[in-house]
């Protein structure tokens, strides 16, 4: 077994470089896990993939506890888990400091640019996902039904999008299993419906608590639940400054769900920030740290196979239906022209993220100059 400091500096070090979201941070932890270090063999490895995909809220966070948690233990899986997740919180959040704390016209003009292409980043998230699961499906009807909720509810429905995926997971469940199980899943379903009281800190861990626990398919399946609640309901940020924490999610390391702390600092400062980073990844590190040694048994568990077989097109359709209200945001027809470029830069020129979104926000830092 690694020490703890060994824990610390590995997966430290994917926190620090792991741009790119969830292929990149799967990708370096396979490399040192089972490639360099042997600590996991390869078949475990994909199985905990798959489990983490069962499991609500940021999937390569989950994955990366887990693995801390399977070679050192519950103190592994903090230190690890951490490690992970600080670095990126860190840049994020001193980047929202910046972008949200009256900044000059340039860095507002570099958040225009990258603000801009994100609804391409969201389409081309989405186009990523679509052929592993659309080659799992048992029903092609059902499949295009589920994809086209998720759609629209992320387009149209803002915080009911949560509702809408634990619909389809339930539907599904109806569909291949007898109505007894519908018990197993129906609290779920009525607390993703749920309201909290007044204040802005409860507003914002109950925004939090979400995206952590019950939202499936994490990363832009989460914006239009956040955009909802921080720029039509309470109002704690614009919906222009609501791009630009969506692009920081992207462009800082670790998981793009650091988007939230964004949201947190517009809401309540550093406090804010920081409570809403917590509540959202605490879910993560109890699911590890209470159910680790039951994954197998989720994994093989014909129910939640079930339940994500809805849940998940339901996930990508609104990963999809998020770059509406996304591009709804847009002001100035240079920033549609930047959205248009971004889509070719993704889709045909197959540049990765991280380099579009500087590339607009380079532009719009040009734009932004020259006017």
């Known amino acids: ?7 610390l500096r590995s997966w430290g070090r994917i926190g620090c470089l792991g ?11 396979r490399e040192l896990c089972v490639d360099r270090e042997g600590w996991i063999d390869a078949e475990e490895f994909e199985d ?12 390569s966070t989950q994955l990366a506890i887990f693995t801390a948690w399977r070679v050192r233990g519950p103190a592994g899986a903090v230190v690890g888990g951490l490690a992970f997740i600080v670095p990126g919180l860190v840049a994020i959040l001193a980047l929202a400091a910046l972008f949200l ?40 009807a059902r499949w295009a039904v589920y994809a086209a909720a998720g759609a629209a509810a992320a387009a149209l429905l803002g915080p009911w999008v949560v509702v809408v995926l634990l619909a389809c997971g339930l539907v599904e469940l109806i569909v291949r299993h007898p ?11 009525v607390a993703g419906g749920g309201t909290v009281g007044a204040g802005a800190l409860l507003s914002l861990a109950w925004t939090s608590f979400k995206v952590g626990a ?23 940020m614009s919906g222009s400054q609501f791009l630009n924490a969506v692009a920081l999610g992207q462009v800082t390391p670790g998981p793009v769900v650091h988007t939230v702390a964004v949201v947190g600092y517009a809401a309540a400062g550093l406090v804010g ?21 039951h994954f197998d048994r989720l994994r ?12 998940g097109p339901a996930a990508i359709g609104a990963i999809y239906g998020s770059a509406v209200p996304l591009a709804r945001e847009l002001t100035d027809a240079w920033q549609y022209a930047v959205l248009a470029g971004a889509a070719v830069a993704l889709f045909v020129l197959r540049r990765g993220v991280v380099a579009v979104l500087v590339t607009a926000a380079v532009v719009g830092t040009a734009v932004a100059l020259a006017s």
Do not use: K
Not at 179 to 186: E, K, Q, T
């Open 101 to 140: 704390g009256g900044p000059p016209d340039w860095v507002l003009g570099a958040g225009a640019g990258a603000g801009a292409a994100v609804a391409a980043v969201a389409v081309h998230a989405g186009w990523g996902l679509t052929p592993a699961s659309w080659g799992r499906r048992e029903s092609t």
């Open 1 to 7: 077994m690694p020490g703890l400091l060994t824990v």
């Open 179 to 189: 109505a007894r199980d519908l018990s197993a899943v129906l609290p779920l379903a």
């Open 19 to 29: 741009f790119g979201g969830p292929p990149a941070h799967i990708r370096l932890l």
């Open 273 to 293: 920030g920081l409570l809403a980073a917590v509540v959202a990844f605490g879910p993560s590190f109890a699911f590890v740290l209470l159910g680790g040694r």
């Open 300 to 311: 093989a568990d014909r129910r939640a196979q079930a339940f994500l077989a809805g849940a």
């Open 48 to 59: 905990a993939i798959a489990t983490c995909n069962l499991l609500p809220g940021p999937s």
């Open 214 to 236: 019950l939202s499936y398919g994490g990363g832009f399946v989460i914006i239009p639940l956040m955009q909802a609640d921080a720029v039509a309901e309470h109002h704690w």
